[in-house]
C-alpha cells in the first residue's frame, strides 16, 4: 500500500510536469526556439495564484484561469517584442535572448518579492481524505487531474481542431502557409501565448502544495528540459509520457534511496534513453 501511494503522488506531480513541459513542446515545435525563460513563466504564475489568493482573496477556480489569462498576454507579448526579432539572427541570439529574458524576470520578481519562501494554504481545497487505504491531499489529486486534462485537450487541439492545422502548417512550413492565406506571425504569437498559458495553469495548480520563491523557475525549467528532451520535441504526448515517467522515478527514488538523490537517478535514466534514442521517446528521427 505504501508503494501505491507513493506511485500515486509521483503520477499526479507528473501530470503537472507534463503540463508545464507541453508549452516548451509546442514553442520548440512551432518555431526551433528554445524557450529559457520557461521555468520563470512558471515562477511569474505562482507568484500571481499567491498574490490573487491573499490581496484579492480569490480561491483556485479564479486563480488558475487568472494566471492563465495573464501569462497567455506575457507570451504573445514576449513573441512580438523579443522572440521574433531575435529569429531573424542567430542561435545565439536566440539562446542569449531568452536566457536574458529569464534572468530580468527572476531578478525583477526577486526585488519586488525578496527571496523569502512563501506558500499558499496547505488545506485550501480540504482537508487530506484517506481512500482504500491511499492518502489524498486534494491539492495535489486537483492539480494532477486538471494538468492531465488540459495536456490531453491541448494535443486535440493542435491535431483535431482547425487552429491546430494552422498552427502545425506553419511549423512544418512557414513559406508554404503563406502561401495559402495563413499569416505565420500571429500563429506563432498564438504558440507563445498558448505555451505560456501552459506554464500558467501549471504554475497556479502548483503553488497549491510547493513553495513559492524567485528561484524556483531554475529547477522547474530543468525539469521541463528533460521531459521535452526525453519525449520528443514537439511532441505532446511525448511531453506526457515523459512527464508521468520522470514524476514516478522521482516519488520512488526519493522513497527507497532518499529525496538527494531523486535527480541523480533521473538524469541518468534520461542519459541512457537518449543514447539509445536520441529523438526521445516519441520524438521523429
Known amino acids: 500500500m505504501i508503494l501505491a501511494q507513493v506511485v500515486l503522488n509521483g503520477f499526479l506531480v507528473g501530470a503537472v510536469y507534463a503540463l508545464f513541459s507541453s508549452g516548451l513542446t509546442l514553442i520548440w515545435g512551432m518555431m526551433n526556439v528554445v524557450n529559457f525563460a520557461h521555468g520563470d513563466f512558471v515562477m511569474i504564475a505562482m507568484y500571481v495564484a499567491f498574490i490573487a489568493f491573499t490581496a484579492l482573496h480569490l480561491g483556485p477556480e479564479f486563480f488558475v ?8 498576454l506575457l507570451g504573445v507579448v514576449v513573441y512580438y517584442g523579443l ?10 541570439a536566440q539562446i542569449l535572448g ?7 524576470l527572476r531578478y525583477a520578481t526577486l526585488w519586488i518579492f525578496s527571496a523569502n519562501f512563501l506558500s499558499l494554504p496547505e488545506n485550501l481545497l480540504g482537508e487530506v ?8 491531499e486534494p491539492s495535489r489529486v486537483v492539480a494532477g487531474i486538471a494538468a492531465l486534462i ?4 491541448l494535443h486535440l ?6 487552429l491546430g492545422s ?34 500558467g495553469v501549471a504554475g497556479a495548480l502548483i503553488a497549491l502544495f510547493f513553495y513559492i520563491t524567485p528561484t524556483v523557475g531554475e529547477s522547474l525549467a530543468l525539469i521541463a528540459f528533460v521531459v521535452v528532451c526525453l519525449g520528443g520535441f514537439g511532441s505532446v504526448p511525448g511531453a506526457l509520457v515523459a512527464g508521468l515517467t520522470i514524476g514516478i522515478i522521482e516519488s520512488l527514488t526519493s522513497f527507497w ?10 538524469f541518468i535514466l534520461f542519459l541512457a534513453v537518449l543514447w539509445f534514442r536520441p529523438q526521445g521517446l516519441l520524438g521523429k528521427a
Open 257 to 266: 534511496i532518499g529525496p538527494a538523490f531523486k535527480d541523480v537517478v533521473v
Open 98 to 104: 531568452t536566457f536574458g529574458l529569464a534572468l530580468v
Open 83 to 92: 522572440v521574433r526579432h531575435v529569429m531573424r539572427g542567430p542561435i545565439l
Open 157 to 162: 487541439l493542435l491535431t483535431r481542431t482547425a
Open 166 to 199: 494552422r498552427l502545425l502548417a506553419v511549423a512544418e512550413d512557414r513559406n508554404a502557409a503563406m502561401l495559402v492565406g495563413i499569416r505565420p506571425d500571429p500563429m506563432q504569437a498564438l504558440a507563445w501565448g498558448l505555451g505560456a498559458a501552459c506554464t
Open 65 to 72: 484561469p487568472l494566471a492563465a489569462m495573464m501569462l497567455f
Open 150 to 153: 488540459l495536456t490531453i485537450g
Open 129 to 136: 481524505q484517506t481512500v482504500a487505504g491511499l492518502r489524498l
